[in-house]
C-alpha cells in the first residue's frame, strides 16, 4: 500500500454550521493532496490503541496492514484547551466538537467506531436536514472525498455498507471525477467496486418493479439499504420506491435481503417505507411490513402517522387503514394540525372506518388546533349515519368553547349543519340529542339568523319548534324578524310574528324590520309587517322613517304600500 506524503502538523479547524457541510465535516491530516487512505506508519495515542484490523483483500473487510489509530475523545470541548486544539483537528458544530476520529475510524475499518461516531456528530445538530446530511460532507484534502472515498479506497466493506445505510452517496465524484467504486477498483478492490456500481442498478430495478433485476443484484450481494440522492439530501432507499409503487414482490425480496423497514426519507417528509405504502394505498405492501414488524406510529415531518395517511390514501381504498387498525396502530396521535385520523375518515365520509376508529378507542371528543371536533364536520358534510356513530361514541353536542384551543365561527356542529349539506336532517338529529339551538357565533348570530339569511323557511321552523329564542340579537342589534324582512321572507316573518316575535323591535342604528323592508324595496315583507301592526311612522337614530328610505332608494312601490299604510308624507327627510 502507499504512504500519503507527509504534511504539515494538523490544525485546528472551526466552522460555522450554516456552511460546515459545504466544506468539512470531518478532518483529518490538513495536508494538500492527502491520499484517501491512512497512513501505514503508527500514529502514537494517549490511550492504548484501538484493536488492529485483520486483512482480508477481498474488498469487504479491512485492510491488510495493521494500523494502530489515534483514539482520542469522539466528542469533548477541546475548544477550551489550547493544547488540544494544537494536537487534533476540531469542527464545532452548534456545541459539540468532533475532530479526527471518524476520518481516522473510517480509514482504519473501525466499524462500530464510525457508528457511534456518526450517533454522536448527528446528535449535536439541531437542524434535522443536516443532521441527516453528515455523511454527505467531505473530507478536507485537495480531492474532495467523502467518507466512503475513504472507505473504499481502503476496501472496508463493512464501513462502506454502515456508511451508504447511513445516507453516504455511490454516486459522489471527486475532483478527479472519481466515484468511490473508482477509487476501490483503483486500489485493488475489486469486489467492492463492483457492489458500489451495483446499487444504482438496484435502486432502479427497485423502482421499477424489475423482480427479477432484483433477485440477481441481490444474490450478487449489492448493498440493500443504499440511497440515491434527492436534491441536495438523502433520498429514498429500494424498499421506499418498491413501497410506493405497490411492488409487493420486490419489496418482499427487499426485506428478506435485510431492508430497513423503518428507514426515513429526509426529502420526502421523512417518511418510512409504510407511510409511502399507506398513503398510496397499496394494501399487499401495507401487509407485508406490518408482518415483518414495521413501526406503525412513526411520525413523518408534517405529524402524520401512516394511518392518517391510510384514512386519505390516493386509491380510496379503506384496506390499508383496516390494517393498521387492525394491527393496533395507535388511533390519536395527530398531525400538526391536531387532526386524528378520526377527523380525515369523517370528512372523507368513511362510515365503516369511523366505526373501526371508535371501536380502537379513537377519541370522538378530540379537537384539532382550530377547536373543531369530528362531530362538526360531520355536521357539515350531512352525513348523520357517522354523526349518530360519534354521538354513540360520546361526542359532545355542546362542546364547551372554553376548553378548546380556539373557537372559530362555525365550530359548533349545529353552526355547522345549518351550512351544512343536509342540514334539516342533521339539525333535526342534534334537537333529538340535546344540542343547545341557541348557541351563538362569533358576530353573535344564532343558528336561527343564519338559516333566515339563507333563506330557509323550514329549517327556521324546525329551530323554533326546538326551542329557537326569536327574540334573539346579534351583535349588530338584529333580530330575526329583521334578518328576514331584509331577506324578503315573508312567511317566515309570519312564522316569526306567530312564534311572538316583536316587529317594531330597533337595531344598533334604530332600524325596525319596517326600515329594513322598505331599504331593501321587500314588498310583500312590509305588507306582513304592516298587517301585523308595524308602526310606519317611527324613526330610526338619523330621524328616517320607512318612507324615507323606500323613496331615497327609488322603491315606490313600497312608498305608495306605506303611504296607504297612513305613512306621515311631511316626516323628516
Not at 424498499?239 to 435485510?258: I, N, P, Q, S
Not at 381504498?317 to 396502530?329: F, S, Y
Not at 379537537?367 to 359532545?396: H, K
Request: hydrophobic content about 45%.
Amino acid at each position: 500500500m502507499l504512504n500519503p506524503p507527509n504534511g504539515p502538523r494538523p490544525v485546528s479547524v472551526t466552522l460555522p454550521l450554516a456552511v460546515v457541510f459545504c466544506l468539512a465535516l470531518v478532518l483529518g491530516s490538513a495536508c494538500s493532496g492527502r491520499d484517501p487512505r491512512p497512513s501505514s506508519g503508527p500514529q502514537q495515542s494517549a490511550g492504548a490503541p484501538l484493536q488492529e484490523p485483520v486483512a482480508s483483500g477481498n474488498g469487504d473487510g479491512d485492510m491488510v496492514s495493521p494500523l494502530p489509530v489515534d483514539t482520542g475523545s469522539s466528542l469533548d470541548a477541546r475548544q477550551d484547551n489550547p493544547a488540544s486544539r494544537d494536537n487534533a483537528p476540531v469542527v464545532d458544530v452548534d456545541a459539540y466538537v468532533v475532530h479526527s476520529d471518524l476520518y481516522n475510524a473510517v480509514a482504519n475499518g473501525h466499524t462500530e467506531v464510525v457508528d457511534t461516531l456518526i450517533a454522536e456528530i448527528r446528535a449535536g445538530i439541531r437542524n434535522e436536514w443536516d443532521r441527516d446530511r453528515v455523511v454527505l460532507a467531505v473530507v478536507e484534502d485537495a480531492k474532495a472525498n467523502t467518507l466512503l472515498h475513504v472507505a473504499a479506497a481502503n476496501g472496508h466493506g463493512a464501513v462502506a455498507k454502515l456508511l451508504l445505510q447511513a445516507g453516504a452517496s455511490v454516486t459522489a465524484q471527486n475532483n478527479d471525477n472519481k466515484t468511490p467504486a473508482d477509487l476501490a477498483r483503483q486500489h485493488g478492490h475489486e469486489n467492492l467496486a463492483q457492489r458500489l456500481e451495483r446499487v444504482p442498478q438496484l435502486l432502479a430495478a427497485a423502482a421499477d418493479g424489475d423482480v427479477a433485476q432484483v433477485e440477481t443484484l441481490l444474490a450478487a450481494g449489492v448493498y440493500v439499504n443504499a440511497r440515491r440522492l434527492r436534491g441536495r439530501g438523502l433520498g429514498p432507499m429500494p424498499l421506499h420506491d418498491a413501497a410506493e409503487k405497490g411492488y409487493a414482490h420486490v419489496a418482499r425480496l427487499l426485506v428478506e435481503a435485510g431492508a430497513n423497514v423503518n428507514a426515513r426519507v429526509p426529502q420526502d417528509f421523512y417518511n418510512t417505507p409504510l407511510h409511502l405504502a399507506a398513503h398510496a394505498g397499496h394494501t399487499a405492501v401495507v401487509k407485508l411490513l406490518i408482518d415483518v414488524g414495521a413501526s406503525l406510529d412513526e411520525r413523518a415531518l408534517g405529524g402524520s402517522t401512516p394511518l392518517l395517511l391510510a384514512t386519505g390514501n390516493e386509491r380510496g381504498d379503506p384496506e390499508p387503514a383496516k390494517l393498521l387498525i387492525q394491527a393496533g396502530a395507535d388511533p390519536n396521535i395527530p398531525n400538526r394540525y391536531g387532526r386524528t385520523p378520526l377527523f380525515w375518515v369523517v370528512m372523507n365520509g368513511q362510515a365503516e372506518l369511523v366505526r373501526l376508529l371508535l371501536q380502537a378507542g379513537a377519541d370522538a371528543n378530540a379537537a384539532d388546533r382550530y377547536g373543531a371536533t369530528p362531530l362538526r364536520f360531520a355536521a357539515e358534510s350531512g352525513s348523520v349515519d357517522i354523526a349518530e356513530a360519534l354521538l354513540s361514541a360520546g361526542a359532545d353536542v355542546n362542546p364547551d368553547p372554553s376548553s378548546l384551543p380556539t373557537f372559530h365561527d362555525g365550530n359548533t356542529p349545529l353552526l355547522a349543519a345549518v351550512g351544512g349539506r343536509n342540514p334539516t336532517a342533521m339539525v333535526a338529529l342534534l334537537i333529538r340529542h340535546g344540542v343547545d339551538v341557541n348557541a351563538k357565533d362569533e358576530h353573535g348570530n344564532a343558528p336561527l339568523h343564519l338559516v333566515i339569511h339563507e333563506g330557509n323557511g323550514a329549517l327556521a321552523k324546525l329551530l323554533i319548534e326546538g326551542g329557537a329564542d326569536v327574540l334573539a340579537t346579534n351583535n349588530a342589534g338584529n333580530s330575526p324578524v329583521q334578518v328576514a324582512a331584509f331577506a324578503g321572507l315573508p312567511e317566515v316573518i309570519t312564522l316569526l310574528v306567530e312564534a311572538g316575535a316583536p316587529i317594531n323591535v330597533q337595531d344598533q342604528v334604530g332600524d325596525t324590520p319596517l326600515h329594513d323592508a322598505a331599504l331593501q324595496g321587500r314588498v310583500e315583507a312590509a305588507r306582513v309587517l304592516l298587517d301585523a301592526g308595524a308602526d310606519v311612522n317611527i324613526k330610526n337614530n338619523e330621524g328616517k322613517t320607512p318612507l324615507n328610505l323606500a323613496r331615497q332608494h327609488g322603491h315606490e312601490n313600497v312608498a305608495d304600500l306605506l303611504i296607504d299604510a297612513g305613512a306621515g308624507l311631511n316626516a323628516a327627510a
